[in-house]
């Protein structure tokens, strides 16, 4: 539980977050090479009025393959106000919720391994499992020791379930890198 008070004076609004992440050897060659299956989920809610749009939540991106950064969310309804976000731009949402399970296999011992994957989740206004997305794909991971233990991710996703106005994103690459 977070609480925030907006710079600006605005009223304050409060964060409800839990996430759970858990890995599990698959199995493990003579080599001592292992294949770990790894389960995540994240669920957050917003209270209060007036949440800026940049605190609001949203899924996308290097958090649900798949799709763009943070267009999994509820969209503008398009206001003929200027000042307002354009019609199907992302604004946010006060419900998130998100599974996800991922494969990595080792190719080359510590350095380079393949990964299989799916995501879930959905952004809304209400506690709801509406607008469901589904996502699958494969991907490599780039171990560097200088870059310690975080590796370079490339993955390619295809999402299965999505919303018409959802922005699609096949390739992703993202660093971890600790500076």
Do not use: C
Request: no cysteine; charged share 20%; hydrophobic share 40%.
């Amino acid at each position: 539980v977070t609480q925030y008070t907006p710079i600006d004076g605005g009223d304050p609004y409060t964060l409800l977050r839990a996430g759970y992440t858990q890995f599990f050897t698959v199995s493990e060659d003579l080599l001592g090479n292992r294949t770990t299956l790894k389960i995540n989920s994240d669920v957050a809610y917003l209270i209060g009025d007036d949440v800026p749009t940049s605190d609001r939540l949203y899924l996308g991106g290097r958090n649900f393959r798949g799709f763009e950064f943070r267009t999994v969310s509820p969209k503008s309804r398009g206001a003929i106000d200027p000042t307002l976000p354009a019609p199907n731009d992302p604004i946010g949402g006060n419900w998130l919720f998100f599974a996800g399970a991922q494969l990595e296999h080792p190719l080359v011992k510590d350095a380079f391994s393949g990964v299989m994957f799916v995501d879930s989740g959905t952004v809304t206004e209400e506690v709801s499992l509406d607008q469901y997305r589904l996502s699958v794909g494969f991907g490599v991971r780039l171990y560097i020791p200088a870059f310690g233990p975080a590796p370079l991710a490339f993955d390619f996703a295809v999402p299965l379930l999505k919303e018409d106005t959802d922005e699609t994103q096949v390739f992703s690459f993202s660093a971890e890198i600790p500076f």
